[in-house]
């Protein structure tokens, strides 16, 4: 049905409304009365004439309609009078009262329950501007506030905009391995946590060509918003946001469990997925895939990256050129893997380690925490476990609590404060 016909169609329904809503008022419009007595015809034809009457509706049926109109209109106006902010602050407390919930279900079945709810927006979405002293510029991007969420959460970019749109200053999906690969159950580990419980640790993925049709898809999706939207186009060198709208998007590689050659894997993620990242990952940090931590040694590490940034830098890319190339390595490193690690990266530029941009990740459960990264050198800063307990609340509660920590010592963004324990 055309929009016409539809508003056609549905004035004639309010107006056969209006019309019967007379006649349980018991009162026959003046017109068919007076007609009818002045043409003499008999009273029976005047009967005929008059509109039926339709039996009033139910008393319940009307106050509960009633109350549904106040209601709506009350909710209304209070929507429209609140404070949006308060609003919003509001809506991320109430996940506190949901989070206990989660923590009773199955753990699987809690984390991909969170994921579906962030998937379809049923999560909060953040309307309130970080603080200005949390914006920072890293590889040609603005990032609204360096408080990103870790790899394992979204594996296969199913809930970007949602988490995105949680006040996430960037997410990282993944890890994507080539082929999809099931869960190692061996390995099942659980944090009994709140908002999203947990999923076995390893590599469990859909595969590339799986999150790529998806990450394709929220891409044409955003470009024929931007087309279409009036906003005039950022005249500034510095990008707002990155490949997924106003936030950030990484995306974390892996390799299939029973690949033999590494680099292949690697390189076919690049080739599938890095036009869609603002950052690409390779992850050799896992502890659950076999031989994958040996690519730390310091030959390994170089053959690998070499191959993987070759592959990278042989695509076509626009102005902006490729996304960068970071590699995501264990907690756990002794202080000679660290050298050789940081002796490669500063040979090959590799720009998540050394003195370019690292991410910090891991224990990250308060603003202090991420301070303390940021003063130890990392710049962005990365979070999983404590979103886990503490749900959609610990977003904010973190970015408010780093933006008091840098103002409390006189850092006026957290660039300046970024490595000021070993200045
Ligand atoms: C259940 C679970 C799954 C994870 N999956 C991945 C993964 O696929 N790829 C990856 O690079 N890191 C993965 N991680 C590691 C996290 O990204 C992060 O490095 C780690 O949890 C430390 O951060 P946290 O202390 O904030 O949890 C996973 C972590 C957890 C708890």
Redesign the pocket.
């Known amino acids: 049905m055309s929009s016409s016909a539809a508003a056609l169609a549905w004035r004639r329904t309010l107006r056969d409304a209006l019309l019967r809503g007379s006649a349980w008022r018991g009162a026959a419009p003046a017109r068919y009365a007076s007609t009818a007595s002045a043409s003499g015809a008999p009273a029976e034809a005047a009967d005929a004439a008059a509109p039926k009457k339709v039996p009033p509706p139910p008393r319940k049926g009307r106050l509960l309609t009633g109350a549904m109109i106040a209601l709506a209109i009350g909710g209304g106006a209070y929507v429209s009078t609140a404070d949006e902010g308060k609003f919003c602050g509001w809506l991320f407390k109430s996940t506190e009262l949901v989070n206990p919930l989660f923590a009773l279900l199955d753990a699987e079945f809690a984390h991909s329950l969170a994921v579906k709810a962030a998937s379809h927006g049923f999560v909060p979405r953040e309307k309130r501007p970080d603080p200005p002293v949390l914006g920072l510029e890293v590889w040609g991007r603005k990032f609204a506030n360096p408080i990103g969420l ?4 979204d ?1 296969n970019a199913e809930a970007v905009e949602g988490l995105l749109g949680m006040g996430f200053g960037f997410v ?1 999906v ?2 994507v391995t080539p082929l999809p690969q099931e869960e190692i159950p061996s390995l099942n ?1 659980q ?1 009994k946590g709140a908002w999203c419980c ?8 859909e595969g590339i060509v799986v999150v790529a049709k998806r990450l394709g898809a929220q891409h044409g999706k955003r470009k024929m918003e931007e087309t279409s939207s009036s906003m005039p186009p950022s005249t500034s060198d510095i990008k707002q946001g990155g490949k997924a709208g106003p936030g950030i998007l990484g995306v ?1 590689l ?1 390799k299939n469990k029973t690949s033999e050659d590494a680099a292949a894997d690697y390189v076919q993620g690049v080739h599938t997925l890095s036009q869609y990242a603002d950052y690409l ?1 390779i ?1 050799i ?2 502890p659950n895939t076999p031989g994958l931590r040996k690519l730390q040694g310091r030959k390994q590490l170089k053959d690998l990256v070499k191959k993987v940034q070759a592959a990278r830098d042989e695509m076509q890319w626009a102005e902006d050129g490729p996304p960068p190339l970071l590699v ?1 390595i264990a ?1 756990d490193l002794s202080k000679q893997d660290l050298e050789d690690i940081a002796a490669v990266a500063l040979a090959l530029r590799l720009d998540g380690l050394g003195k370019i941009p690292l991410i910090g ?5 308060s603003g202090e925490d991420a301070y303390k990264k940021i003063r130890s050198g990392a710049t962005l800063v ?7 307990y503490g749900g959609p609340v610990l977003i904010p509660r973190i970015k408010a609590e780093l933006a008091e920590c840098l103002e409390r010592d006189g850092f006026k963004s957290v660039q300046e404060a970024v490595g000021a324990d070993f200045r």
Do not use: D, H, W
């Open positions: 870790a790899a394992g959460f594996k990282e993944g890890s580990f944090i947990n999923q076995p640790i390893g590599f469990n993925s974390n892996g990952v992850n940090s896992s995501k907690p990740c891991g224990g990250v459960s990365q979070l999983y476990t404590a979103l886990a």
